[in-house]
């Protein structure tokens, strides 16, 4: 229940540690197919790519102060994706959209919400997940765009969230064969270089799901 959640939570933050800061408790909390909880975000991201960035921002607060009540601290959202024709983010509605310029305004829009109200929020599934039909949860999937494109197109939205002070960034188990020859979030290339790098990234780097087969 929520009530035993909240209780467990709090009681984890006064556990004894060598570290004093708090102790990162996330959730995946995109809103539509991808929700963990009761409560907002009460649309999928399409949806609320669709409605614009005022009400994007708005659902990011509502958010943070569902899971601020369960004394959760860490949202492992906004997906950052482009959500392409044919492609599993658009099928399972958890991209914004899928031009690179509205998606990024969204992504800004709703993880500015979120650490508003007291939630760090988590750009994924970088360097991006827009290009594949499949499920990057059931196998490692290829992404096979030119280094450009995925600079220009794919990396956008990511790049308006980092420079709208986003607190963390997921990888993808994807691999980007224009990038590194390895899945992105075991490489140098893509985590070091690109993300840290070019993108200028100097918050907490996560991975996604590490035993996809």
Do not use: C, W
């Amino acid at each position: 229940s929520r009530r035993h959640l909240r209780a467990e939570l709090r009681r984890l933050q006064r556990t004894a540690r060598p570290l004093e800061a708090p102790l990162l408790t996330m959730v995946d909390q995109e809103g539509g197919q991808v929700k963990r909880l009761s409560g907002p975000p009460s649309v999928s991201p399409a949806r609320m790519g669709a409605r614009g960035t005022a009400y994007t921002g708005a659902q990011g607060r509502a958010t943070a102060a569902n899971l601020r009540a369960v004394a959760l601290n860490v949202n492992l959202a906004p997906v950052a994706d482009l959500g392409l024709p044919g492609s599993y983010q658009r099928a399972t509605g958890r991209a914004f959209g899928d031009r690179a310029a509205p998606v990024s305004a969204a992504v800004r829009a709703f993880a500015t919400g979120l650490q508003a109200g007291g939630v760090a929020a988590t750009l994924k599934h970088f360097p991006g997940l827009g290009r594949v039909s499949g499920d990057e949860d059931a196998r490692v999937q290829t992404v096979r765009a030119s280094a450009d494109t995925l600079r220009h197109q794919d990396e956008a939205p990511f790049r308006a969230g980092i420079r709208g002070g986003v607190r963390l960034v997921m990888t993808s188990t994807a691999r980007y064969p224009a990038l590194d020859r390895g899945p992105a979030l075991l490489s140098p290339a893509i985590t070091t270089s690109e993300l840290r790098g070019r993108l200028g990234f100097r918050g907490v780097v996560i991975t996604d799901d590490l035993d996809v087969p």
